[in-house]
């Protein structure tokens, strides 16, 4: 089994288009309820695949050699899963609520390499 993390991305023009769609707050916070209610399915479906459900994620803060920076990014959460393959990682998030109940615009998946040299 390999390790994979899940990056779920989403841009504030999405989001803030879709708070536009729901100017009621009752429909926000149904929507909200449905999301996590998916959300939670989602991971008792998958219980035995994920290694860290990871968590949202906040600001973002840059630091390269010119010092440190505030930026922007359409990173929003992550979570690591375990599977036999790329496109088996991959498959875990068709359908899955980021996107098909919150503004969320998709899930990038990307393998998890071992460091060259390092004790394995």
């Given at each position: 089994?390999?390790?994979?993390?899940?990056?779920?991305?989403?841009?504030?023009?999405?989001?803030?288009?879709?708070?536009?769609?729901?100017t009621d707050d009752a429909?926000?916070?149904a929507r909200d309820?449905?999301?996590?209610?998916?959300?939670?399915?989602?991971?008792?479906?998958?219980?035995?695949?994920?290694?860290?459900?990871?968590?949202?994620?906040?600001?973002?803060?840059?630091?390269?050699?010119?010092?440190?920076?505030?930026?922007?990014?359409?990173?929003?959460?992550?979570?690591?899963?375990?599977?036999?393959?790329?496109?088996?990682?991959?498959?875990?998030?068709?359908?899955?609520?980021?996107?098909?109940?919150?503004?969320?615009?998709?899930?990038?998946?990307?393998?998890?390499?071992?460091?060259?040299?390092?004790?394995?």
């Amino acid at each position: 089994m390999k390790t994979y993390m899940a990056v779920y991305t989403g841009s504030a023009e999405a989001s803030e288009k879709a708070e536009r769609k729901l100017t009621d707050d009752a429909a926000r916070k149904a929507r909200d309820r449905a999301g996590m209610e998916a959300w939670g399915k989602w991971v008792d479906a998958n219980r035995d695949s994920i290694v860290d459900m990871g968590a949202p994620l906040g600001r973002t803060k840059r630091v390269g050699p010119e010092g440190i920076s505030d930026t922007r990014n359409e990173l929003a959460a992550y979570t690591v899963v375990r599977a036999e393959s790329h496109e088996a990682a991959a498959k875990l998030f068709v359908n899955h609520p980021h996107f098909t109940i919150f503004p969320g615009e998709a899930v990038e998946i990307m393998e998890c390499l071992p460091i060259p040299g390092a004790p394995a």
